[in-house]
């Protein structure tokens, strides 16, 4: 019995001896920022860490086109707010992972655990922890991965049974789609003469098709013509689309300069804000002649002077051949030129060419320059040669009939009857 009592004694002093060193811990506390080992009675609850977003910006089909800022608070299940009183156990420390997904493959890269401890409440003797993380420059699916442990070494899992981890997927699309605009056709100085086409390509970032969710992908690309009334959206609906892009007919219905406007959106709703538009510059008519003279017109002072002028794209150079001679470039005093035949009559070839390569020409006949003698017409030769063909046949004629006269024999005359005697 009294070995009984000496060892239950020996017990009490144990117990007030742990008690007094546990208070004097407690008095001292434990230095702010670093993990603490001490005596617990032990809970045998893990903590709870909760999670709230801040500057959380979503587009559409649940992509986020903005950093998002994570907000995680835990505490203890023995306290609220958890406190360190030597009889529950308090927060030691949270640690969150970021894992990302390959968009092609379906398969997650797992990240490396980043770790936080608590700290001590400047004055007092609790111990809180409250961490920010900010995801930013993500592109694609990530899975944040989170969880706190006490100083008991209880560690937070989703279930009772302690195992699976907590966390928050979230998909990212912070890239906006780009788009490219080529013009089909050829051009002369700028300009079109015929119709033509540009063919608009949009790409998202690596997103080589809408179903590869490494970017949200491509949605549409919409455009519209200077000439249109509203704008035409074109959804794209697999790679194949994407790759044959979008056609925009441009036709000649329209002359002068004409804007296509464009731009692309991705299934988050980024759309490109930047300068996004090409000129199709359009001229299928021929310029004018105007003001010419008309066929067999006797010219004043010898000018032959018209007017040339193209709406659109302007006379790029104007020539004349006279006579069907070497053509020549003149020009212009505003709209109108001139050229100074030489003496004569004269055939005059007028060629107008735009700046889009369009051309006109005129040929004016038989204009005359005053102070000429009147060309030997073919008429007048025709009547020469009938004068000296009349002239040849009359001597012709004349010298066969003299030969011929020279040609008979003489009449001898009858010899005189003798007189008789």
Known sequence: MKKMRTKVTAIAMMAMFIGAVFAAVC??????????????????????????????????????VTSVVINLTASDQQG??????GTKSDVNYTEYRIDTLNGATGVWTTGTWKMYYSIKVAGGAKWLWAKNVTLTNNNGTVKFNYRSVDFDGNNETVNRLGTGLKNVTFKFDQNKPTTTATVGGTATNGWYRAATNVTLKASDATSVDPQVKNNSGLLSTTYRLSTASSPTTVTYVNKTDMAAGVLVNITTTTQGTITLNYSSKDNASNVFEGATNVTIKMDSVAPTLADLPDDDEALTAGYFNFTADDATSKVSTVEISVDGGTAVTLTAVGKNYSKQLDAGTHNVTITVTDNAGNSVSQTVSNVTVAGAEPPVTPTDYTIYIIIIVIIIVVVVVAVLMMRRGKGKAPVEEAPAAEEKS
Do not use: E, F, Q, R
């Not at 603490?36 to 032990?42: I, K, N, P, S």
């Not at 045998?44 to 860490?49: F, I, Q, R």
């Not at 609220?80 to 009183?85: E, F, I």
């Open 27 to 64: 008095s001292l506390g434990i230095p702010s920022g670093m993990p603490a080992t001490v005596l617990y009675t032990g809970d045998g609850w893990a903590p709870v860490t909760n999670i709230t977003y801040s500057s959380k910006v979503i587009g559409t089909n649940g992509w986020n």
């Open 80 to 85: 609220d707010p958890p406190a360190y009183d």
